[in-house]
């Protein structure tokens, strides 16, 4: 648990997926798979549901720990890891 980390490089807030959002996704999608730059299964939304939602990381605490992960593991999943690791090159 040393090197497991969840990071999120979006926004916290909900994101409303609307058609005219969606189409434009999913021409970048298509022009990314078309010029070969795409990432392995790449052709759907950039967001899980579920978590789209600015509680995300509560959901993800709160699944770990139904999962019998420890309030520590936890913590470095979540954040701490990532403080470590930041505090180790810094």
Known sequence: TKHV???SDG??????ITDEMR????ADMAERK???IAAPEED???LVPELNTPRH???????LA??????????KVLGGNFHRVLGDIW
């Not at 926004?11 to 409303?16: G, K, S």
């Not at 189409?23 to 999913?26: G, H, L, T």
């Not at 990381?57 to 699944?63: C, D, K, R, T, V």
């Open 57 to 63: 990381m509560e959901i993800i605490a709160a699944a």
């Open 34 to 36: 078309r010029t070969g």
């Open 23 to 26: 189409r434009s996704m999913e």
């Open 5 to 7: 980390g969840i990071g």
């Open 66 to 75: 139904k999962r019998g992960y420890s309030s520590v593991v936890v913590d």
């Open 11 to 16: 926004d916290i807030a909900h994101v409303e």
């Open 44 to 46: 759907r939304l950039p």
